[in-house]
């Protein structure tokens, strides 16, 4: 069964700071590994999908890796800003048979202070 | 147009009331996903539609019904609901189907039984 762990659970920056949060999942026989941010009450963003035979992946000032190898994947925000507050999910895509399950980590709240 | 519509946005019901949630994408997707969160937890799979086919139930009660009319639309019907079921349920859906594709989330609709 896969497990998705995120670290930290909670984080608080000052603004303009560069800053990394991690995944790492259990099994690394995965599809495909996305990045989401949540707002509060608010539905799901996404932010990056990395396919399982890709290294990396860039929007803006977001990159995110995967090394599956290892089962880990980080999402890099550089110039942090206010409006980056959010929680941050990772999910990773496995196969199981002939259905397809997306598992979540349990998110990082991400505080940028002004 | 990257947009997943849900409606209601918010909905309160009574245990005895029947109430239904719904899901509309026009980006010609062809998977369609049902998940519900409670608060401060990841979101949690209830159900996939594949080419408008019920591809996956996670083993929810039979309470929640759901639909898929048309490659367009997901519906969620809701009959006896306890106070235990009340969460934010979202809707997503993705392009190929379901192991390479990018997931796209509603707002959520936040459900409240009483």
């Known amino acids: 069964k896969q497990e998705v762990t995120q670290i930290p659970a909670a984080l608080s920056v000052p603004e303009g700071e560069n800053l990394v949060l991690n995944c790492s999942f259990t099994?690394?026989?995965?599809?495909?590994l996305q990045w989401f941010r949540q707002d509060p009450g608010k539905g799901l963003t996404s932010l990056l999908l990395?396919?399982?035979?890709?290294r990396e992946q860039t929007s803006g000032r977001l990159n995110a890796s995967l090394d599956k190898s290892s089962g880990r994947s980080t999402l890099y925000i550089a110039a942090s800003q206010p409006g980056d507050s959010a929680t941050y999910l990772c999910?990773?895509?496995?196969?199981?048979?002939?259905?397809?399950?997306?598992?979540f980590g349990k998110g990082t709240l991400l505080t940028v202070n002004p | 147009d990257t947009e997943v519509t849900q409606t209601p946005k918010h909905l309160v019901m009574g245990m005895t009331n029947k109430k239904s949630l719904k899901c509309e994408q026009h980006?010609?997707?062809?998977?369609m996903y049902w998940y519900k969160q409670k608060a401060k937890k990841p979101p949690e799979l209830m159900f996939v539609?594949?080419?408008?086919?019920?591809?996956i139930n996670e083993s929810v009660p039979s309470r929640f019904s759901p639909e898929c009319p048309n490659s367009s639309l997901l519906n969620l019907h809701l009959h006896a609901l306890q106070p235990e079921d009340s969460a934010l349920y979202l809707c997503?859906?993705?392009?190929?189907?379901?192991?390479?594709?990018?997931?796209?989330f509603g707002e959520g609709s936040r459900l409240t039984v009483l």
């Open positions: 999910a990773v895509m496995n196969s199981g048979g002939s259905n397809y399950k997306l598992t």
């Open positions: 997503a859906s993705s392009r190929t189907g379901l192991a390479t594709g990018e997931l796209f």
């Open positions: 980006m010609g997707h062809r998977a």
């Open positions: 099994d690394s026989a995965i599809y495909n």
């Open positions: 539609y594949s080419y408008e086919k019920l591809s």
């Open positions: 990395i396919q399982s035979s890709q």
